[in-house]
């Protein structure tokens, strides 16, 4: 990955994306998101979303065009929490900061104030065994946060939840979102968690993926529950479900 110098903090540049066995999941893929936009992306299952990602994170090297990033710190939320089994809330939270030698006082700060922050006060010291899926996924974005990533990659975090506790994440992240105001780019299934999180909605087309339709959202943060179920949300949604449903073809 290469650092620029621009307002946009991640920019994908021509992204094409070959793997060995001739299978093409990216083509053309031309994209940015600047600090304070949140960026979500839905397509249909396969069309590369999370090669995508991957590629953001520099996990995957593209067979064609470059990504750019302002920033090297980058926070990854992906589908599972992948908590440490033997490691408290409390410490599973701190390992990043472990890993980049953070000094202790300095992590248990970060990691008390990060805790808080996802509504976890209270179980710093209890293990992911007896933890929901919803606090789980709490506790995965607390741990990047205490990075303080200025771009977050979510890789469809909250797919695997229950509808009710998905809706509270929402809420939860776009909170962060606007406390942080980072760069994120944000992979869903979901049209309806895509209208209501984000600032800007882009629509993959099947495999090999490309953007085929980007969509501005006007409603201002924060945004309420409630405003799922206005006129002008579903009609926004119905456009972005026009243009999903049109990528298949």
């Not at 953007?211 to 972005?240: D, K, M, N, S, W």
């Amino acid at each position: 990955m290469e650092q620029t110098g621009s307002e946009d903090e991640l920019v994908f540049d021509g992204i094409g994306m070959t793997f060995p066995d001739g299978t093409e999941a990216l083509r053309g893929i031309n994209l940015s998101v600047r600090r304070n936009e949140f960026a979500t992306i839905v397509g249909p299952s396969g069309c590369g979303k999370s090669t995508l990602l991957y590629v953001a994170a520099g996990l995957l090297k593209p067979t064609s065009g470059k990504v750019t990033v302002e920033s090297k710190q980058l926070g990854f939320v992906q589908q599972d929490a992948n908590l440490l089994p033997w490691r408290t809330v409390q410490k599973n939270v701190e390992l990043l900061m472990e890993l980049h030698k953070v000094d202790s006082d300095e992590r248990n700060n970060r990691a008390s104030d990060a805790i808080e922050t996802v509504a976890l006060k209270g179980f710093e010291n209890h293990y992911p065994k007896s933890l929901s899926g919803g606090m789980k996924m709490r506790a995965s974005l607390a741990r990047t946060l205490t990075m303080r990533p200025p771009v977050f990659l979510f890789d469809e975090p909250f797919g695997a939840l229950d509808e009710v506790t998905r809706q509270r994440l929402n809420e939860e992240t776009q909170s962060l979102f606007q406390s942080e105001r980072f760069a994120g780019l944000f992979i869903t299934h979901s049209i309806n968690e895509a209208v209501f999180m984000s600032t800007t909605v882009h629509v993959m087309s099947a495999r090999p993926g490309r953007i085929v339709a980007t969509f501005e959202v006007p409603f201002e943060y924060p945004r309420q529950h409630e405003i799922r179920f206005t006129p002008e949300f579903a009609e926004l949604g119905g456009e972005v479900s026009k243009a999903l449903r049109a990528s298949y073809l």
